[in-house]
């Protein structure tokens, strides 16, 4: 593992790379980014996911964001910095062994709004950024992603004034990516009607949309150190296939 500074905002920003040995050419990548609200959360939440894309061949890498509870800040910050992790990783794809065309991000909750926001959200930007270089994933993996922040969904409390601009559900486009969604079907956060509508309006918009609903699951039902860890690996092998499926990893 490497890890690299992408920015410094009142602290260190910090991507941890995970990369297979002997790789000769450019690889397949993507970064996590944890869940948490955009209040907590750190690193270590994806590394298990991250380490197992690594062995089979994808370079993966976990990254920091600030969050309110250490930084102080509202939920736009988050996607900022999750765009920022996005051009830092695709401005040195030679230097790490990125394809840079083949960069997904990935996340779990609120990490996955900021994965799905880097696709879809064209404020907050930082100024220090190359605004030349594309945040925009080539695929996404969402956990339970809280993907719309519109009334009466997750977030629209604190976002409310700009859930159009935040919002993923609400701007989805011509050139979404192609997506994997993994949801439990008892998630308090997260309806399952509301989650299909939003897999549906991207395929209406010419892209793939993979989902898989787990019975009786909650919110962050797929967490490493849980119950035997069943989910865990039923995610897994989801994120693997559908990697496989995208053409970024090889077939077993």
Same mark, same amino acid.
């Given at each position: ?14 991507? @941890? ?9 450019? !690889? ?97 930007? @930082? ?27 997750? =977030? ?32 308090? !956060? ?29 919110? =962050? ?32």
């Amino acid at each position: 593992m490497e890890s690299y500074i992408y920015r410094n905002s009142g602290r260190d920003l910090i991507i @941890d790379v995970y990369k297979p040995e002997h790789a000769n050419e450019p !690889l397949p990548a993507i970064v996590f980014f944890f869940g948490g609200g955009w209040v907590k959360g750190g690193r270590d939440q994806f590394r298990p996911f991250a380490e197992h894309l690594c062995q089979r061949g994808m370079i993966a890498a976990v990254s920091d964001y600030r969050v309110q509870k250490i930084d102080n800040t509202p939920p736009y910050e988050c996607v900022k910095d999750g765009k920022s992790a996005m051009r830092y990783l695709r401005g040195h794809a030679e230097e790490i062994g990125i394809d840079p065309n083949r960069l997904a991000a990935g996340g779990g909750s609120a990490g996955g709004h900021v994965a799905a926001a880097t696709a879809c959200v064209e404020k907050w930007d @930082d100024e220090n950024d190359d605004l030349n270089i594309s945040p925009r994933p080539n695929a996404l993996a969402l956990f339970n992603p809280v993907i719309n922040n519109g009334p009466d969904n997750y =977030g629209y409390d604190r976002v409310g004034e700009y859930y159009e601009d935040f919002s993923p559900f609400h701007r989805i486009h011509n050139q979404w990516p192609a997506t994997l969604v993994l949801l439990g079907t008892e998630d308090n !956060l997260i309806p399952v009607p509301m989650m299909q509508e939003f897999a549906e309006k991207i395929r209406q918009a010419g892209s793939t949309c993979t989902e898989h609903y787990y019975d009786d699951q909650g919110h =962050g039902f797929f967490n490493y150190g849980g119950d035997d860890n069943e989910y865990f690996e039923k995610t897994k092998q989801a994120l693997d296939d559908f990697m496989v499926r995208i053409g970024y990893l090889k077939a077993l």
